[in-house]
């Protein structure tokens, strides 16, 4: 009798233990899986420009400090804390902090994650900065420092990799998931990290109830397997809970692949009328809740997925000239940011063409702004079929612009040669309406590392040579009308 019992304690302990692992693996699985793919829908809904922006002003005063005066998070209690974090404090005023930590806490209130935050690992001094923090409450300001080590992140050192999701406790000991995801910007290049801290005490709450009860119900078992004779035992222990520990083993399997729902224990269909099937149900009952948990957040990822894809098409489409399809001045922009970079680091190799469209108001006043619309898409498909290997803008009205890079930099005289005989022949073209024979000029220049230190110097370069080539093409015009009279 002695030994049925320890065998019954035995198979109820491993019972026990696998479904506490069982468990445990569900939430680091699906709750980390989930909060990855949170930070990276965050990563890529915030606004690219503005974290460039709030790094800099952060970075800038960061490295102005001399090492005496910094003081990490954990010394908030030593002299000199509040007076490190007045040094950035302006950075808060600013108008792209204020929208990152709006979008933050509108995530973070369509998400109930605890908290959202963008930072910047600083792996030369091993400190993690804080940009922007989006806690309604214990708000760590621009400038907090952290420990930062290579073990934080996924792969050690590689700050493209992401953070490793980390099991850990909140200041008031909750239990959270933390991880975090790189942001970057156009070229791919890693500009900060978006983090996020998810509180899963709720499941925590939820694993330890049904914990107990289990627990309960087999201490209970133990006691009556000393009457029990071993048919019972066989019958209606030993059967019933090897079910239950295959089910637990199999739950995570389950996690993995269906994501409408998981019923291991639902389906075991267990009467036997005592304590394994008092036990069958409340794991039943907590299947059935973490079920609907997983269902919730499911759907909260689903709701960020859409507002991710909604985000991304609306930003494309405010870098897009809507009559002409080609990038708008707001592109050039970003573009024109991009290049003063490389200017800075001294790999810059490119060229600024400017187009002029001749006439359009006279287009306009004569046949109406339609054609004049017409006319200035006609233009544009010149220039693109000209310069296919270089990004177009439309920069004004009337005007546009070519960032010339590779082999149109390299061949740019006889791509203006090229240009200006399209021109030529519309305007030659005797079947085509007025408003279609259009004429436009050209001017282009290319950076000068000895000579040019911004993208502004080639800019002018060029508008000054487009203007000398509509003054030439005028008199050329008039010259030859004097002929012909």
């Not at 102005?64 to 950075?91: T, W």
């Not at 000029?441 to 370069?461: C, L, M, N």
């Amino acid at each position: 009798m002695f030994t049925m019992i320890l065998i019954i304690s035995l198979i109820s302990i491993i019972a026990l233990l696998l479904f506490t692992k069982a468990t445990k693996d569900i939430i680091r699985s699906e709750y980390g899986t989930y909060c990855t793919d949170l930070a990276s829908t965050v990563a890529s809904s915030v606004n690219v420009s503005d974290v460039k922006s709030v790094k800099r002003d952060v970075m800038k005063v960061y490295r102005s400090l001399p090492e005496s005066a910094v003081r990490i998070s954990d010394q908030e209690d030593e002299p000199g804390y509040s007076e490190y974090l007045r040094y950035y404090a302006h950075v808060q005023h600013t108008k792209e902090f204020s929208s990152l930590r709006n979008t933050l806490r509108k995530i973070q209130d369509a998400s109930h994650v605890q908290c959202l935050y963008i930072t910047w690992p600083d792996v030369a001094t091993g400190r993690l900065i804080y940009l922007v923090d989006g806690a309604y409450v214990d708000n760590w300001p621009a400038g907090t420092l952290e420990e930062l080590y290579d073990s934080d992140f996924k792969n050690d050192g590689d700050i493209t990799s992401g953070f490793n999701i980390l099991l850990g406790e909140d200041d008031e000991g909750g239990r959270i998931i933390t991880t975090a995801m790189p942001i970057c910007d156009s070229y791919g290049q890693v500009i900060a990290y978006a983090g996020l801290d998810y509180s899963i005490e709720a499941i925590m709450g939820l694993q330890l109830k049904y914990t107990l009860i289990v627990l309960v119900i087999l201490a209970v078992l133990a006691a009556l397997a000393a009457f029990t004779a071993i048919w019972l035992v066989d019958r209606f222990i030993v059967k019933p809970v090897n079910k239950l520990s295959e089910a637990a083993v199999g739950y995570t399997k389950d996690v993995r692949k269906d994501t409408e729902g998981f019923h291991r224990f639902a389906d075991l269909d267990i009467h036997t009328g005592d304590e394994i099937e008092t036990l069958a149900d409340s794991i039943t009952k907590m299947e059935h809740d973490m079920n609907s948990h997983i269902a919730n957040l499911l759907s909260t990822r689903n709701e960020l997925d859409k507002s991710k894809e909604y985000a991304e098409e609306m930003e494309k489409r405010s870098y897009i000239d809507a009559l002409t399809g080609v990038r708008n001045k707001r592109s050039y922009d970003s573009a024109i940011e991009n290049l003063r970079a490389d200017i800075t680091q001294k790999v810059a190799r490119f060229g600024i063409a400017i187009i002029d469209m001749n006439d359009l108001k006279h287009i306009n006043d004569s046949y109406g702004h339609d054609h004049g619309d017409e006319a200035i898409v006609t233009v544009c498909r010149v220039i693109c079929d000209v310069f296919d290997h270089s990004p177009v803008y439309r920069y004004g009205g009337d005007e546009f612009v070519v960032l010339l890079r590779n082999r149109d930099l390299e061949n740019i005289d006889d791509l203006v040669a090229e240009f200006r005989s399209g021109i030529d022949a519309l305007g030659r073209d005797p079947d085509s309406s007025a408003w279609e024979r259009v004429s436009a000029a050209i001017g282009y220049a290319v950076f000068d590392p000895g000579s040019d230190t911004d993208t502004q110097s080639v800019f002018e370069r060029a508008d000054r040579e487009m203007y000398r080539d509509k003054k030439e093409a005028k008199a050329a015009a008039e010259a030859g009308n004097g002929a012909e009279e």
